[in-house]
């Protein structure tokens, strides 16, 4: 089967991606990287691939026969050829392409289909960022303003801050990006500013990166929809060093409601009547104990969004109350209670008066 263009640009470009980020990844920190547009959220590819005497060969393991007429490989600026084994220019199911990579301790990747640039990436060897020692610093100052949780971030780096990351981790501990700022692509002709460095020179550019402030603002009510716990900022810096710091999201108490309405009046003509009790609880965390008291007691236990209690109880003349308290996971409380009253309906009674004879 022959892949189309998209096929191409999609299994091509990301093998090769792939395959030289897994290539350089034992002797090389990547400080840069862009995939196109169109690439993102792709289904995962795992290519096959060796690293022999400065060469990488990558195993087509896909049943495509790719062409590499369109494909352009450029390394540090010099076009370099992708090798098929067969020499016929396609990229063949269960056939090797070699790429040969050069002897320098900086290394840029560029990725070009029909003229458009579809992968950019930089590399440079550890020793290149020895002067880099420290870890970058990270100060979160949060604030809550109506229904938006607002965090400003700083971040420093002897070096260069590469990026800085905002996750959402929910109760189960699962792990959701709210922002991501790549403060390195706006350095621009980050590889000769690189190179610079390697000689000794850190250019006003590079310099500016040395510090990043940010300010996002979240929902609260969509975060604590999800269930959020707390928000994690990361900072890495361009020798890949991290910090970061954990935002606890700040949890709201459980709602109750409570039916029949405070102030309701139930009616009967004899000397007690039946009442039904309704009491809603709901946490976005998970509501832990729901317990009532008063007109009827009932201790119960859940472990849900929403917890609730229905009960039909007979009720005497006179007023009765009905208090109910409910706890989230977090131990927090919150308690509501109704006040209702039951009246004698008395029949009504009818008086015949006659008139008196004038």
């Not at 700022?181 to 980050?190: D, F, K, S």
């Not at 472990?303 to 005497?316: P, R």
């Not at 131990?331 to 008086?351: F, L, N």
């Amino acid at each position: 089967m022959f892949a189309n263009d998209k096929g191409i640009a999609n299994v091509l470009a990301i093998l090769i991606a792939i395959a030289i980020s897994i290539a350089l990844s034992g002797f090389f920190i990547q400080i840069s990287s862009n995939l196109a547009e169109s690439m993102i959220s792709k289904p995962n590819l795992n290519p096959y691939v060796t690293v022999i005497k400065g060469s990488i060969r990558i195993y087509n393991q896909y049943p495509l026969h790719i062409s590499l007429k369109d494909l352009k490989l450029v390394i540090n600026g010099n076009v370099t050829k992708i090798k098929d084994e067969n020499g016929n220019g396609i990229w063949d199911p269960g056939e090797h392409i070699t790429i040969a990579l050069p002897n320098a301790s900086v290394v840029e990747v560029e990725l070009i289909y029909k003229n458009s640039q579809i992968y950019h990436a930089i590399f440079v060897k550890p020793e290149v960022l020895e002067p880099d020692k420290s870890f970058p610093t990270l100060n979160v100052a949060s604030a809550i303003i109506g229904n938006s949780l607002i965090l400003n971030v700083t971040a420093k780096d002897d070096l260069a801050v590469k990026d800085v990351s905002i996750f959402a981790v929910n109760i189960s501990g699962e792990k959701r990006t709210l922002s991501k700022e790549n403060v390195i692509h706006h350095c621009h002709n980050l590889l000769a500013h690189v190179t610079e460095f390697l000689h000794g020179h850190k250019n006003a550019e590079l310099k500016s990166l040395e510090k990043v402030n940010l300010c996002r603002s979240f929902n609260l009510t969509e975060l604590r929809r999800e269930r959020v716990v707390y928000l994690l900022v990361r900072v890495t810096d361009l020798s890949g060093k991290v910090s970061q710091k954990i935002v606890l999201l700040p949890t709201s108490t459980p709602t109750i409601e409570i039916k029949p309405e405070d102030g309701s009046v139930f009616w009967t003509t004899s000397d007690k009547t039946t009442v039904t009790f309704s009491v809603r609880a709901m946490d976005y965390y998970g509501i832990k104990y729901l317990n009532t008291s008063g007109a009827f007691s009932v201790n119960k236990t859940f472990n849900s969004q929403i917890a609730e209690i229905n009960k039909t109880v007979v009720l005497g003349l006179g007023y009765h109350t009905l208090k109910a308290e409910a706890t989230n996971v977090f131990g927090k409380k919150a308690s509501a209670e109704t006040k209702i009253q039951v009246r004698h309906d008395y029949p009504p009674s009818v008086v015949i008066r006659t008139l008196s004879t004038m």
